[in-house]
């Protein structure tokens, strides 16, 4: 299946209009968190990018650690790799999908995991700048969001 016809299959399914990849470029919005779709026509496959956020001034090192640990084996990610974008530095969530492989269906699918995962990432880095704002000195510092991994938070 060729990029534009993947596309084409999975507005059809999903009763989507204006849904074109004639550029090898095509956005859609779910839920609040606009998706990007490119063509990677040496991979020969639909590479789908989500934007999570920009890292507040230090966040970097936790987050960047948390990012590391969930790429391994893709197990906090639900199969896409947590990146930074080189141009924005924001941090973004991207899943490939091989066009050999990929039908109507399975590309929705893949977008709802995609999004949820956004979701969840979001979620962190929001709960790590609260974090990092200073507490009052007699207040207690939650940092449960730390530990978010092994905790069960995100879900293969």
Same mark, same amino acid.
Do not use: H, K
């Given at each position: 299946m060729e990029f534009n016809e993947l596309l084409a299959a999975f507005a059809a399914k999903?009763?989507?209009? $204006?849904?074109? $990849?004639?550029?090898? /470029?095509?956005?859609?919005? /779910?839920?609040?968190?606009?998706?990007?779709?490119?063509?990677?026509?040496?991979?020969?496959?639909?590479?789908?990018c989500a934007e999570i956020g920009l890292p507040p001034p230090d966040a970097n090192g936790a987050f960047g650690a948390m990012m590391l640990k969930a790429n391994f084996l893709l197990r906090a990610t639900a199969?896409?790799?947590?990146?930074?974008?080189?141009?924005? $530095?924001?941090?973004?969530?991207?899943?490939?999908?091989?066009?050999?492989?990929?039908?109507?269906e399975s590309l929705a699918a893949g977008l709802e995991s995609l999004v949820n995962q956004t979701?969840?990432?979001?979620?962190?880095?929001?709960?790590?700048?609260?974090?990092e704002a200073a507490p009052p000195a007699d207040q207690e510092v939650d940092d449960s969001h730390h530990d978010m991994l092994s905790s069960g938070y995100f879900h293969v």
């Open positions: 999903y009763g989507i209009e $204006g849904l074109d $990849g004639a550029d090898g /470029v095509a956005e859609l919005e /779910v839920d609040g968190i606009r998706v990007e779709m490119l063509e990677d026509s040496q991979a020969r496959s639909l590479i789908a199969g896409a790799t947590l990146c930074q974008n080189p141009e924005t $530095g924001a941090y973004a969530l991207v899943r490939p999908f091989p066009l050999a492989l990929a039908d109507g979701e969840n990432w979001r979620t962190a880095l929001a709960g790590l700048r609260e974090a």
